[in-house]
């Protein structure tokens, strides 16, 4: 008997050479009852022609225009959770290579109690296969959202149990339809960066679990599309965690988080991209930074007693 529906939601803009791997490996998964969804996020690189002359299996949908990864991923979410109804959605990057078994052991841990929200497995990195990019989120007392556990560290078995996260990267990421009636999807106010983060906040708030299971196994390449270092990827970096902190957390965390954002984050993080002459960088830090201040102020969630 066939377990429930699960429809795997990949994003991509102007990705269509990271495509190959990825709808590759997810096609070979051995669960009987998936489908796959390429979401076209506004490309110009022939993304959907192309997906449906390699993979005519795989459904695709089309944004005319860039909407960030939330808005493009909500795309998606809308098809499988209101018009197909599926109970599990699988969103996932585009830039890996996703092992035989990974939609059939994220089924079993969200077949195992009804408040897992998410569940995540073992990323690696694509070019040292048996190096773990993350295995969740530790929590941190003055960001919250802490550095990824086992980040960089050989697999030998040390992250080999079923356990839950306070959060975790959604690389590849498992949602019951549960929580999105509950709390909806991403929140577009992020575009790119800490949608993530955002989205389980509220879920947890709502009552939800995040998990993670060693047996769902996935190879990441790592930030393909809008690279490790660009601009673009600065400037939400300083802007986003900031918004997540001024909209869940108590003004008081708030007041540790901004100073330290500000000091050890935007001003040494805008030092290093001068000296390496990436002065773009440097000066989207600073306006992501300020984006997010005057975000704040504007839906009045920032006053100055968060700062002084």
Request: charged share 20%; glycine share 8%; hydrophobic share 40%.
């Amino acid at each position: 008997m066939a377990g429930p529906k699960v429809t795997v939601l990949i994003l991509s803009y102007n990705g269509k050479y990271l495509l190959e791997d990825s709808l590759t490996s997810y096609l070979a998964n051995d669960y009987e009852n998936f489908e796959v969804v390429v979401i076209d996020n506004g490309s110009s690189d022939g993304t959907m022609e192309y997906v449906k002359s390699a993979f005519p299996s795989v459904k695709t949908i089309r944004a005319e225009k860039n909407l960030g990864y939330s808005g493009g991923f909500n795309l998606g979410l809308k098809y499988a959770f209101e018009e197909v109804h599926s109970p599990y959605v699988l969103i996932s990057n585009n830039d890996l290579r996703a092992d035989s078994r990974v939609i059939s052991e994220l089924v079993k841990i969200m077949a195992s109690d009804s408040m897992v929200g998410f569940v995540t497995g073992k990323v690696y990195y694509f070019d040292q296969p048996d190096t773990l990019q993350t295995v969740g989120k530790y929590e941190d007392p003055i960001i919250w959202n802490g550095n990824h556990i086992g980040g960089g560290e050989k697999d030998n078995g040390q992250y080999d149990q079923v356990s839950e996260r306070v959060f975790a990267d959604d690389v590849y990421t498992m949602v019951r339809k549960e929580l999105y009636d509950a709390v909806g999807g991403y929140d577009s106010t992020f575009f790119l960066q800490s949608e993530e983060y955002d989205w389980q906040a509220r879920g947890k708030n709502a009552g939800f679990k995040i998990m993670y299971t060693p047996f769902a196994k996935v190879w990441h390449k790592e930030s393909m599309t809008i690279g490790k270092r660009s601009p673009l990827k600065a400037y939400y970096n300083a802007r986003n965690p900031m918004l997540v902190i001024l909209i869940h957390r108590s003004p008081e965390f708030f007041k540790r988080y901004f100073w330290h954002h500000l000091m050890n984050g935007v001003v040494l993080d805008s030092l290093r991209a001068a000296r390496r002459f990436q002065f773009a960088t440097a000066m989207k830090i600073w306006q992501g930074f300020l984006s997010g201040v005057f975000w704040g102020l504007r839906s009045h969630r920032l006053t100055l007693s968060h700062i002084i």
